[in-house]
């Protein structure tokens, strides 16, 4: 029963995502028979270690997203992966793409940011600001966190649409927020409640055109059929 629920997890989160393009998955290797999917993967040592994640990810035709792939590349499993500190260094090992890093405030949330990202100029996720919300995490009743985030913020919004993508938005979660001079990564980290929270807290998808870019952000809500 657990596995089939880490099963329908990983397929929502993968059509959450809008799936692999072709032309991407072309350029993943293979997942081998001695390796588990990296979706799952994240899953079982979310309930192993006791950690977290969030996924950022570069939406590009030429770009190979390994975070956007996540239901589709394997890992290999690592009997030495004890702790989460022995899990990054695996982590930055076999996703040689990806940073991998700690939150600031809380070093069980581990943050898989694609390495093209960092170096976009004026990149939100790095930017910082001030904020005073109270309300809804997700979006989908007139506010929610990203929402409010986006009056002072340019180029940040949340993820909208008529199909799956707002199907699972979080509209459960309240939370109160006092940020000063806080990174836009911290602030949408930081206020979440972990207990039976989702293992992933949230994805931030990013499409660059031209010069500028956008990001749009998805929080994945509560861990459902508890």
């Given at each position: 029963?657990?596995?089939?629920?880490?099963?329908?997890?990983?397929?929502?989160?993968?059509?959450?995502s809008?799936?692999?393009?072709?032309?991407?998955?072309?350029?993943?290797?293979?997942?081998?028979?001695?390796?588990?999917?990296?979706?799952?993967?994240?899953?079982?040592?979310?309930?192993k270690?006791?950690?977290?994640?969030?996924?950022?990810?570069?939406?590009?035709?030429?770009?190979?997203?390994?975070?956007?792939?996540?239901?589709?590349?394997?890992?290999?499993?690592?009997?030495?992966?004890?702790?989460?500190?022995?899990?990054?260094?695996?982590?930055?090992?076999?996703?040689?793409?990806?940073?991998?890093?700690?939150?600031?405030?809380?070093?069980?949330?581990?943050?898989?940011i694609?390495a093209?990202?960092?170096?976009?100029?004026?990149?939100?996720?790095?930017?910082?600001?001030?904020?005073?919300?109270?309300?809804?995490?997700?979006?989908?009743?007139?506010?929610?966190?990203?929402?409010?985030?986006?009056?002072?913020?340019?180029?940040?919004?949340?993820?909208?649409?008529?199909?799956?993508?707002?199907?699972?938005?979080?509209?459960?979660?309240k939370?109160?927020?006092?940020?000063?001079?806080?990174?836009?990564?911290?602030?949408?980290?930081?206020?979440?409640?972990?207990?039976?929270?989702?293992?992933?807290?949230?994805?931030?998808?990013?499409?660059?055109?031209?010069?500028?870019?956008?990001?749009?952000?998805?929080?994945?809500?509560?861990?459902?059929?508890?």
């Open positions: 029963m657990r596995n089939l629920e880490l099963l329908v997890s990983s397929i929502i989160l993968f059509l959450l809008g799936g692999c393009k072709t032309s991407n998955i072309m350029n993943i290797r293979e997942r081998t028979t001695n390796e588990v999917i990296l979706s799952l993967y994240l899953v079982e040592m979310s309930e270690l006791g950690c977290y994640f969030t996924f950022e990810h570069l939406k590009s035709d030429s770009h190979t997203s390994l975070v956007n792939a996540r239901n589709v590349i394997g890992i290999s499993q690592d009997p030495n992966v004890t702790n989460v500190r022995s899990l990054i260094s695996k982590l930055r090992h076999d996703l040689q793409d990806c940073m991998v890093i700690e939150s600031e405030n809380n070093p069980s949330v581990l943050h898989i694609e093209p990202l960092i170096k976009l100029k004026n990149y939100v996720m790095e930017q910082k600001t001030d904020l005073t919300y109270s309300g809804d995490l997700g979006t989908g009743k007139g506010q929610g966190l990203v929402l409010e985030i986006a009056k002072t913020v340019e180029n940040i919004g949340p993820r909208i649409g008529g199909d799956l993508r707002t199907a699972f938005d979080d509209h459960l979660t939370v109160t927020v006092k940020a000063k001079n806080e990174k836009i990564r911290d602030i949408l980290t930081d206020r979440v409640p972990l207990t039976n929270y989702s293992p992933f807290l949230w994805i931030a998808e990013t499409t660059k055109v031209g010069l500028r870019s956008k990001t749009v952000v998805q929080y994945f809500g509560p861990k459902r059929n508890q």
